[in-house]
């Protein structure tokens, strides 16, 4: 079953503007973890944010904020005040240990393409 | 600087042949992975390892094989078992232990494609 669910494969905001990737996931899993990568075009992977599932307040990085609503399972990254070089491919993924994983293998869901337009 | 380094970035093969990507980490992680990138798939998980000596099976290990010999290093063999190779590879490290996030820290790829 998928773990992590991506339902935009694309999303286009203009520069200055915020946006909103979405993230559902699914576990069983009491503690898990959810990270949001960023992919540009030269195909490194870039960590930007994580939430525990135990944190009281959504996790903020500079202009990345993730919205954590535990009860819906979704786990939405905000981009504030975009610039050109936001655009890139966006991971969501999920560590969690039910089925016998180990900590540290996450789960990713398919991605979704950001563009910021001028 | 502390990071993974895999090699080659960009690599061809031509079919039936056996090949071996490079993947070495000198940010003392325990734990290291191997995950295939394909468009529109996401990550998937090919094998991964805990520890020296040992090693575990990911989602898509068929055609694929590992060796952890040092902490340091991780190598990838794409065999000829392997149906369609062509895919980008990602290699990363962990820390392990109760206090980590389970952050992963990635190399910056491998491009692998058959001809």
């Known amino acids: 079953a998928q773990k992590i669910t991506q339902t935009q494969p694309g999303m286009f905001v203009q520069e200055k503007e915020a946006v909103t990737l979405d993230c559902t996931y699914d576990?069983?899993?009491?503690?898990?973890?959810l990270f949001w990568y960023k992919q540009p075009s030269s195909g490194e992977m870039i960590f930007l944010i994580y939430q525990g599932s135990y944190d009281q307040q959504n996790a903020t990085e500079g202009r990345y904020s993730l919205n954590f609503q535990k009860a819906r399972k979704s786990a939405n990254l905000v981009i504030s005040a975009s610039q050109l070089g936001d655009s890139a491919m966006y991971f969501c993924?999920?560590?969690?240990?039910?089925?016998?994983?180990?900590?540290?293998?996450?789960?990713f869901g398919r991605g979704t393409q950001l563009t910021v337009w001028p | 600087d502390g990071g993974i380094t895999q090699s080659p970035k960009y690599l061809f093969r031509k079919e039936g042949q056996n090949v071996t990507l490079s993947c070495e980490q000198n940010?003392?992680?325990?734990?290291m992975y191997w995950y295939r990138q394909d468009p529109g798939q996401g990550l998937r998980l090919i094998y991964y390892?805990?520890?020296?000596?040992?090693?575990q099976k990911g989602d898509i290990a068929e055609g694929y094989s590992v060796s952890r010999e040092k902490k340091e290093s991780f190598p990838l063999t794409v065999t000829s078992a392997q149906k369609n190779p062509t895919a980008f590879y990602l290699c990363?490290?962990?820390?392990?232990?109760?206090?980590?996030?389970?952050?992963?820290?990635f190399g910056e790829g491998s491009r692998l494609t058959v001809l």
């Open positions: 990363a490290s962990s820390p392990l232990g109760q206090l980590n996030t389970g952050e992963l820290f």
């Open positions: 993924a999920m560590r969690s240990a039910d089925r016998g994983s180990t900590l540290g293998r996450l789960y």
């Open positions: 576990t069983s899993d009491p503690s898990y973890g």
């Open positions: 390892s805990q520890i020296v000596n040992d090693f």
């Open positions: 940010l003392n992680h325990d734990a």
